[in-house]
């Protein structure tokens, strides 16, 4: 006996039995085969045997408080250090009294990131301005002049050296490779192999060597009698650096774009400054999204490398907490816990450029 | 506003002034911003260059190489070929190449297996599988190499046992925190016999591939390549050594006092920089290997089965072949990365080259122009060499169009 529907109106059945619901998953994702029963528990029965030393040593056990290092007598870990050292990791070696001009920094660096990368930010246009602004505020509030107690860059660390090498790699080095990726499709030959030769050169030799370039021998290219800073002749090296790789990027998706567009805009009488902006940059910048964000990640990790030189970032702080007396040998602990700062960063990063790329992805899901 | 802009542009290239017509003639304009290019460029390194010659000569300090043949009086504790303080900084620097060399090497073929395992298990049809592989990746790819080193470092360095309590693997390897104590080898004239045989099955395994794939083109007839080279190239030698008595004396390290005596020794900083380079290379290679995998189209592997190809077969012959083509670019990056990551090895003091001739040997003789041009061309050409390599290997598995 069956109920008459009008076309179209007949209301949706449930699914059949056994396929929905968490035995059904159990049976497809678990169970699906012998084979994967086996794999499924041989993985069950390792986890079961390393779990539990694993939360015994990083929680259950471990000593959160403490002095130094005496204050751990447990078989756990030692996390004590991260109390006394806290300020280290975060501001190195900054004046404690003047340490408040690296939290306003901070606050005023959230907003300017706020500003770029959240598209609902109220009045948008006005806190864009900011934030061109902002890296000049940020130099004259972290380094001083001007008002404020003057402090060197040598007493930069921790969190704040690696934020402030890092994000002047990634805002400069942007524009650095789009420049360096036109100049190497350019029809110009000497502005093409100008850039092939930097390009290819940059990447040909590890960041360390550029850094030991920075620290031992830059000097010697400089107007006889001047220096500069350390700090400064690091970020020059970094954001080179990250815009020969950047370039690349950019190349890969200037060269996914049909010649027609070009063509297109040359035939509506667009100038190559305006053809560029206005027609290529846009869609290659678009596709090269995850590449762009790959190479900042890329670049935030490598912010590490200054250690080598004698830079202390919050690696660098941790390996000193190492040899330190108070804390001599708890290299898991402290490398744990800059490894878990670094995989918050980079992973929030990536995570971003997910939904950057979603966002800008105008045309139809397939 | 744009399209007005351009309107604006096209009827002042009717311009009366000489100059800036020709500056909207295409080819002039372009001679005339190269021309400047140009001068910008030569004089910024005229300026670079005439500061180093002042900078140098009020130094008193000069160019030259010859700092290469003067002893370095400093030693190398891991050194593959002879060497001593005695020894020229040349010397080092050729130790330095070496185990650097070592270290990539090693790192390439360790990331490689473990990279594509994981890129497989990424897309294994166990969801547990697929999720550590998943965890795996973006962990370990987030966190900073130089960390991975100092990490797996410190943790040999400071959390395992002392020789006296090594961890004994079999009473032949010895794992302590002095590095990994393991048997060396000392081969026996005899042992010759056994390198010929694998050196003559190895070539027939050659030869045999080429005719059995002729003899397939020929007649359509599948031969057992894979078996028989097998016991061409393992089986027979192996039987040639246990035939002969074994000719190879291994010395198995002991625990004298408080270190080991005898055997050979893998140093914790090979270890570590081997460990970290190669986990931390084959995230990237993983991710790769699982996008490659993924680009042939599900279309190939039906259209296998359809023409009765059994599932083996069909992996190997039909979806790893088209999965390599897209594997192999990002892969010869991958390597590339490798190999200038390796010179973070002077962060936990494995003599690599940067460590001994950009390192120690610098410092000794002051001439950092000199050992940093080295250095830098060193990595230079191996960027190139493994390029080439990869290039080759690329044109070979690429598709060949009509």
Same mark, same amino acid.
């Given at each position: 006996m069956s109920q008459e529907y009008a076309p179209g109106t007949h209301p949706s059945l449930p699914p059949p039995r056994g396929t929905t619901g968490p035995i059904h998953w159990l049976k497809e994702n678990l169970f699906s085969s012998p084979t994967n029963t086996i794999v499924t528990l041989v993985i069950i029965y390792l986890f079961a045997q390393i779990l539990p030393p694993m939360v015994d040593w990083f929680f259950s056990d471990a000593t959160f408080v403490g002095e130094n290092r005496k204050a751990c007598t447990t078989d756990g870990a030692c996390w004590a250090f991260v109390g006394d050292r806290f300020n280290l990791f975060?501001?190195?070696?900054? @004046?404690?009294?003047?340490?408040? !001009?690296?939290n306003l920094t901070g606050i005023l660096l959230v907003v300017a990131l706020a500003a770029v990368l959240w598209d609902r930010m109220p009045a948008r246009k006005q806190m864009f301005i900011y934030a061109l602004a902002f890296p000049f505020i940020a130099t004259w509030l972290l380094t001083g002049g001007a008002g404020l107690e003057p402090v060197g860059t040598d007493k930069f660390g921790g969190l704040t050296l690696t934020l402030v090498v890092g994000i002047t790699g990634i805002v400069i080095s942007l524009p650095l490779g789009v420049l360096l990726a036109l100049g190497?499709?350019? =029809?110009? @030959?000497?502005? /093409?192999?100008?850039?092939i030769g930097f390009i290819e050169f940059i990447r040909g030799v590890p960041l360390i060597t550029l850094l030991f370039v920075a620290s031992t021998m830059l000097s010697y290219f400089l107007p006889p009698g001047s220096s500069f800073d350390l700090l400064l002749r690091v &970020? %020059?090296?970094?954001? +080179?650096? $990250?815009?020969?790789?950047?370039?690349?990027? %950019? !190349?890969?998706?200037?060269?996914?774009? @049909?010649?027609?567009? +070009?063509?297109?805009?040359? =035939?509506?009488?667009?100038n190559y400054a305006q053809a560029m902006r206005f027609i290529i940059l846009p869609q290659a910048l678009k596709i090269s999204i995850p590449g762009i964000v790959n190479t900042f990640i890329g670049l935030y990790k490598d912010t590490t490398l200054v250690i080598i030189i004698g830079l202390l970032d919050p690696l660098g702080i941790g390996r000193a907490s190492v040899a330190h007396p108070d804390w001599l040998g708890l290299s898991s602990e402290v490398y744990m816990f800059v490894a878990v700062f670094f995989f918050i960063s980079c992973f929030s990063m990536s995570r971003y450029s997910l939904y950057l790329e979603n966002k800008l992805h105008t045309g139809h899901n397939r | 506003m744009i399209i007005r802009h351009g309107y604006s542009m096209s009827t002042t290239s009717y311009n009366s002034n000489p100059i800036l017509r020709a500056w909207y003639d295409k080819e002039t304009r372009s001679v005339i911003v190269q021309v400047i290019a140009m001068a910008i460029i030569l004089a910024f390194f005229a300026y670079v260059i005439n500061n180093a010659v002042i900078n140098m000569a009020n130094l008193g300090k000069d160019i030259s190489f010859?700092?290469?043949?003067?002893?370095?009086?400093?030693? %190398?504790?891991?050194?593959?070929?002879?060497?001593? =303080? !005695? =020894?020229?900084?040349?010397?080092?620097?050729?130790?330095?190449?070496?185990?650097? &060399?070592?270290? *990539? *090497? $090693?790192?390439?073929? &360790?990331?490689?297996?473990?990279?594509?395992?994981?890129?497989?298990? !990424?897309?294994?049809?166990?969801? +547990?599988?697929? /999720?550590?592989?998943y965890v795996y990746i973006e962990f370990v790819r987030n966190v900073p190499v130089l960390l991975h080193i100092l990490l797996i470092h410190g943790f040999i360095i400071y959390s395992l046992p002392r020789p006296k309590q090594a961890i004994n693997m079999g009473d032949t390897f010895f794992l302590n925190n002095r590095g990994l104590q393991m048997p060396s080898a000392d081969f026996q004239p005899l042992f010759w016999a056994v390198t010929a045989t694998f050196v003559i099955g190895l070539s027939f395994a050659i030869w045999y591939r080429r005719y059995a794939k002729k003899l397939q083109d020929t007649t359509g007839k599948i031969s057992p390549v894979w078996t028989i080279?097998?016991?061409?190239?393992?089986? *027979?030698p192996l039987a040639i050594y246990f035939l002969l008595g074994s000719p190879i004396e291994w010395d198995v390290p002991a625990l004298k006092g408080f270190n080991f005596k005898g055997g050979m020794v893998i140093r914790p900083e090979f270890i570590a920089l081997w460990? #970290?380079?190669?986990l931390y290379t084959a995230a990237f290679i993983g991710e790769n290997v699982r996008a490659g995998i993924m680009a042939v189209s599900h279309g190939q592997?039906? #259209?296998a089965h359809a023409l009765g190809v059994s599932s083996s077969r069909t992996l190997r012959l039909v979806v790893i072949p088209q999965a390599l083509r897209v594997i192999i670019p990002p892969l010869n990056s991958q390597y590339l990365n490798l190999t200038k990551n390796s010179s973070l090895a002077i962060a936990i003091g494995y003599m690599d080259v940067v460590a001994t001739i950009g390192g120690i040997s610098l410092n000794q003789t002051g001439r950092e122009m000199e050992c940093m041009l080295i250095v830098m061309a060193i990595y230079l050409i191996l960027s190139l060499l493994i390029s080439a390599v990869m290039n080759w290997f690329n044109d070979r598995i690429r598709l060949v169009e009509r």
């Open positions: 975060i501001y190195g070696f900054y @004046p404690a009294e003047e340490r408040w !001009r690296v190497r499709q350019s =029809s110009l @030959p000497i502005i /093409k192999y100008f850039s &970020l %020059i090296m970094v954001t +080179l650096f $990250a815009s020969a790789y950047m370039a690349e990027v %950019i !190349r890969g998706g200037l060269q996914a774009l @049909p010649k027609g567009q +070009l063509e297109a805009a040359e =035939s509506l009488g667009l | 010859s700092f290469l043949w003067q002893p370095a009086s400093y030693d %190398i504790n891991q050194t593959l070929i002879e060497y001593s =303080s !005695r =020894s020229s900084h040349f010397d080092a620097m050729i130790v330095g190449l070496i185990n650097t &060399l070592l270290i *990539a *090497a $090693a790192g390439i073929v &360790l990331s490689t297996i473990v990279g594509f395992i994981l890129g497989v298990m !990424r897309l294994s049809n166990n969801w +547990l599988t697929q /999720k550590i592989a080279s097998f016991i061409a190239v393992i089986v *027979a460990l #970290a380079l190669s592997t039906e #259209a």
